[in-house]
């Protein structure tokens, strides 16, 4: 058994992935926009990701825009068969870098072709609508209009499975009784935890739920607790976070961030990590206390 598979697979749609995946909004520029400085080091990432195991990658083509998924065609087309990629649409970018609510009919459907384009897929795996209705967090409204979209797209071929993103638990009910819904991608890490109920749910029906910001996003968690975790069991306070999440419920789907393939090795390593029992319920404590490192700068 490789490293990565001590982790655990589960069901994303009808593939079965490694709980171990990577999130490739990093790959991108300052501030997600515009190409990174090296594009060569971010193809390296990629391409180590997919060595050491990783079958699942999230991405979006407002990324950049268009230069994450540009970089994952570069670095990994021909795609091997077990891979899966993830992206999600429902906002696109300014001239400036700015996020921007893009959720009509004809954004959606132009975003789905792009990522088909950018990707050169011929099917997107899975699709998660990105609600804009909170470009932050998720804010309540109905999103049934968007996701009748998706399903229309799905329905011609273009896209095989939906998922949902910055959504509340309202919302994903009302997303399930319009289409099967794969995934929920909402912020969520050892630190921030709304959505523990809508956890404990989606895994009942066995949907996969993959957090972002799992390290806390742009500014990493920092919480002396995770640190002297770290401390006792010889691994870092990323591993730690991460290795927290892999416990917490089966159907968690990992997919940390990270320009580095330094960091991309320090994260897949956290399969080796066994945290006993007591080092959890410290770990619980870090989001009881108030979480000492909620996750800031949110993105789509
Ligand atoms: N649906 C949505 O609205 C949404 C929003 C945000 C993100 N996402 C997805 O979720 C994925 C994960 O989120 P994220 O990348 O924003 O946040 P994250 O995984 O919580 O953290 C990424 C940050 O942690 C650093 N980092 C990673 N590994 C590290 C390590 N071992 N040691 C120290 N620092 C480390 C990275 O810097 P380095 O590059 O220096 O390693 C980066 O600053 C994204 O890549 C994206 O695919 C989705």
Redesign the pocket.
């Known amino acids: 058994m490789s490293t990565i598979e001590r982790s655990g697979t589960f069901a994303l749609g009808d593939r079965i992935v490694n709980r171990l995946g990577y999130?490739?909004?990093?790959l991108a520029g300052p501030g997600v926009f515009g190409p990174p400085s090296d594009l060569d080091a971010a193809r390296a990432v990629l391409r180590e990701a997919v060595a050491r195991g990783v079958n699942h990658i999230?991405?979006?083509d407002f990324y950049g825009p268009h230069i994450t998924n540009q970089l994952i065609r570069e670095a990994l087309h021909p795609y091997s068969d077990d891979l899966v990629i993830v992206t999600?649409i429902g906002a696109r970018r300014g001239g400036d870098g700015s996020w921007i609510p893009a959720m009509s009919p004809e954004e959606l459907t132009r975003a789905v072709h792009d990522n088909l384009r950018n990707l050169r897929l011929d099917v997107l795996e899975v699709v998660?609508l990105?609600s804009t209705l909170g470009i932050h967090e998720p804010v309540e409204g109905s999103i049934e209009a968007q996701v009748t979209v998706l399903a229309e797209l799905q329905r011609k071929g273009l896209v095989r499975h939906i998922g949902v993103?910055?959504v509340t638990p309202a919302q994903v009910e009302e997303a399930r009784r319009i289409v099967p819904i794969v995934c929920v991608?909402?912020?969520y890490?050892v630190a921030h935890r709304t959505d523990d109920a809508l956890i404990d749910v989606l895994a009942r029906d066995g949907i996969a739920y993959v957090p972002?910001?799992?390290?806390?996003?742009?500014n990493?968690l920092q919480s002396s607790i995770l640190s002297d975790v770290a401390r006792c069991l010889g691994g870092?306070p990323?591993?730690v976070a991460l290795a927290w999440l892999l416990r917490r419920a089966r159907n968690i789907l990992l997919?940390?961030?990270?320009?580095?393939v330094a960091?991309?090795r320090?994260?897949l390593a956290t399969a080796e990590l066994d945290l006993p029992n007591d080092a959890i319920r410290a770990l619980d404590g870090i989001a009881a206390s108030g979480g000492s490192a909620a996750?800031r700068g949110?993105?789509?």
């Open positions: 999130g490739a909004m990093q999230d991405t979006a999600k998660n990105r993103s910055n991608q909402n912020a890490n972002f910001f799992p390290l806390g996003g742009f990493p870092t990323m591993q997919i940390p961030g990270t320009s580095s960091h991309l320090e994260n996750p949110t993105t789509p």
